[in-house]
């Protein structure tokens, strides 16, 4: 959202609900969603190298950062 608005890319991929917080903030700069592109959340795990075989019970006890703080999935 921060490049589309600052002109940095004219599309952005992103869920609705960055176009939702803009619209709210009243920013002046209105964001239209205008396709669907995944049929779930779309959310993806990104790690800083390869792991070979990983198991989500690899991610116990690591950080995880979730996104913008008080949006799915990141709890409040």
Do not use: H
């Amino acid at each position: 959202m921060t490049a589309v608005l600052s002109g940095e890319a004219d599309i952005g991929f992103m869920g609705s609900e960055s176009s939702i917080y803009t619209y709210a903030g009243q920013s002046g700069d209105q964001i239209v969603n205008f396709a669907q592109l995944t049929q779930r959340a779309g959310n993806f795990l990104v790690a800083r190298s390869p792991m070979e075989d990983f198991q989500w019970s690899d991610l116990k006890g690591a950080d995880v950062l979730g996104g913008r703080k008080g949006v799915c999935p990141q709890p409040m």
